[in-house]
């Protein structure tokens, strides 16, 4: 199965890249990842395909700490929806608990998991992978995000006890010590962070309970992450078509696959990639023609219609009456087989 994460981690990846001597547009295509997402943070794409980007630019550049400098730059901000909620708990602990709660809305191979003790508490990471000893910098770059937001909590002078990472250790050990400002201990069992379990109870003055509550509930209704081929294309297919481009090549982009393995993964699942195509144009076609300001030329064009004439017969087909018809209210007394599934 294809992990996903929201493509605002990369919003500064082009920085990070320049950085260090690196064409980022160029790097991201031999990472078959589409440069269009970094304009559309809620974007999902691979996170094979961003582990892949990570590694090949650390090489390509001799950064060692590629994923470090990514993480560096990021924050919160980068979280979307869950930093919302993670910001506004009423203590550090709290905040720590939301945080491992609703990553996977953000990111649905990570995993985060909290053990306290008497003294310590230990904020353990787990990235979903094939290959996890090969995706060095992808770990750089997640548990260095957590720590950045767990420092956001405190301010700048807080240092965490410990930071674990279960890979040998790189040429430049002191960049590590400098960037956690702590022991960093390598070939541990996990990538973890170690804090004092009184820190938790430390206050978070900015927190709002009543804005905490309503935040929770929405992120909660929206928590279910997709889980099957379907629903991921589903998803991609909604979000590329809402900017007016999406096609089974964009898509498996995305999804770092082929659009054979696209099409065949939907077949076993007993639908396909034009049927999800088809429900979703099906969707967003109502709402954009209720705009009479809208020209259905520019519609057509955004739907991926061939012409504004392709776009009419198959809205006849589907919806049993004309755009006309629709705007002006009229709608069929009974809905085509076709439309059922809208």
Sequence with gaps: MTDLI???????????????????????RKARLPPACLDKPDTPIAVAALRRLLELSAEASGSEDFGLRLAERGGLINFGAVSLIVREQATVGEAIDAFSRFIHIHHDGMRLDVARGKQTVTVAMHLRG?????SRQSIDMAL???????????GHDWRPQEVHLHYPPPHDRKRYREFFGCRVIFNAKHDAILLSAHDLGRRIPSAHPLIANYLRKRIEAIETRPASWEQKVDEVVRLLLAGGDCTVERVAEHLACTRRTI????????????????????????????DPGRPLT???????????????????GRFGCTITDWRKG?????????????
């Design 6 to 28: 929201r493509s605002s981690s990369l919003s500064y990846y082009p920085e990070v890249a320049r950085s260090v001597g690196l064409d980022p547009m160029q790097m991201m």
């Design 130 to 134: 094939r290959h996890p000893s090969a």
């Design 144 to 154: 260095g995000s957590v720590h950045r937001i767990i420092q956001s909590l405190f």
């Design 263 to 290: 099409h065949r993964r939907l077949a076993a699942s007993g639908t396909s990639f034009s049927a999800i195509l088809d429900a979703q144009r099906a969707d967003l076609v109502t709402r954009l023609i209720d």
């Design 298 to 316: 520019d519609i057509a064009v955004q739907l991926g219609f061939s012409a504004q004439s392709a776009m009419a017969r198959w809205f006849r």
């Design 330 to 342: 009229v709608r069929p007394l009974t809905v085509p087989p076709s439309a059922t599934a809208a």
